[in-house]
């Protein structure tokens, strides 16, 4: 039987001894080492922990994590919904209600195996930390409050450092370099305008700045176009502006937020829950945080009679966007972390991309 105690591992860091729970921002203005995850809906959860140490993620221990076979996953759009999405989107474009929107699907499959009532997602962060490495990895473990959350992100939402607060938005994927198209940097300055315009709603006026735009980096796989926006937070502002003015991540939304909003509300089946959230830690005795765009995740529903393991893949869709190959990106993004997650880099000690 696994420990399913609450936990949370970011990077280098441990946390455990939860002491509480609240779905209230301003308790990260408060103090203490904080783990957050909100949901894409809205949903907050704010677990404070009394003990954070240093350590490195374990290596994977064989048998400790089962997951599903890569075959064994559904998609709350097929194949055909995507592509008609995709062509929907296009129209509104054309129609001018908005300029670009992120189509997502949501991946579920049930967990196999007597073990799966005591599936431990850091056994699966584990299994990513090798096959998977990310700079915003982590666990947050907290069964009793429907958090159990494995994250291999790339992308940063917020950081924070005192009154600094910095963005880093990804807009544009590819396998490699050379795949990266001229509709990829438009997407990708689209969403950095919206990152600014958004920071800019809770920073001091002047300060909001763009340190790098389009730098290309490189992920295991595939490659990504990255920006950095960084502003000033304005007298007054904390957690619960911040929030506000930045939430949900406009790279996984489009622009305008609202228009995109809508229109994804219109067309996706299921709801993205953590995906496309904020999943992150926030030390607010130090005044320093990181948190990830919810990406790259996977976590586990409880709520039925099986537990199921979930995972969101998607893509921006523009004017430029051609329907089989935004299928085609959704499922470059998924492939290589679903091999990951069926327990094939415990057998094999590698996964295929």
């Known amino acids: 039987m696994h420990d399913l105690t609450p936990l949370a591992r970011f990077g280098g860091l441990v946390a455990s001894g939860l002491r509480d729970v609240t779905s209230d921002p301003a308790a990260l203005e408060s103090s203490g080492f904080w783990a957050v995850c909100a949901d894409f809906e809205g949903g907050l959860v704010c677990a404070r922990f009394d003990t954070v140490w240093s350590e490195e993620v374990p290596l994977p221990v064989p048998g400790a994590w089962r997951g599903p076979g890569p075959d064994d996953w559904a998609s709350s759009l097929d194949e055909d919904a995507y592509m008609a999405g995709v062509r929907r989107i296009r129209e509104h474009i054309a129609a001018g209600e908005v300029y670009q ?34 700079p ?54 689209m969403i950095v305008d919206l990152v600014r315009n958004d920071l800019g709603r809770v920073c001091a006026p002047g300060s909001v700045s763009v340190p790098d735009l389009c730098a290309v980096e490189k992920h ?115 492939s290589r972390l679903l091999a990951v997650a069926s327990g094939a880099y415990e057998e094999t000690g590698r996964t295929t991309s």
């Open 101 to 134: 929107a992120n189509l997502c699907r949501v991946l579920s499959a049930p967990l196999p195996g007597p073990q799966a009532e005591a599936a431990d997602v850091d056994a699966l962060t584990a299994l990513l930390a090798r096959g998977n490495p990310a």
């Open 220 to 334: 295991p796989g595939l490659v990504h176009l990255v920006s950095t926006v960084r502003g000033r937070l304005a007298d007054g502002a904390g957690w619960p502006e911040l929030l506000n003015a930045a939430f949900p991540p406009g790279s996984v939304t489009g622009a305008p937020k609202s228009s995109a909003l809508r229109i994804i509300d219109a067309l996706e089946t299921a709801p993205r829950g953590p995906y496309c959230g904020a999943v992150g830690w926030v030390d607010a005795d130090r005044g320093t945080a990181d948190m990830a765009v919810g990406i790259r995740t996977f976590w586990i529903d409880r709520t039925g009679s099986t537990p199921l393991l979930r995972f969101g893949t998607g893509a921006g869709i523009t004017w430029g966007s051609d329907p089989a190959r935004e299928w085609a990106e959704t499922e470059l993004k998924a």
């Open 136 to 189: 915003y990895a982590g666990t947050i473990r907290l069964p009793a409050h429907g958090v159990e959350i494995a994250t291999a992100s790339p992308e940063l939402f917020l950081a924070r450092d005192g009154r600094t607060v910095e963005s880093g938005p990804i807009k544009g994927t590819g396998r490699t370099e050379a795949d990266l198209l001229e509709k990829d940097h438009a997407e990708n300055v």
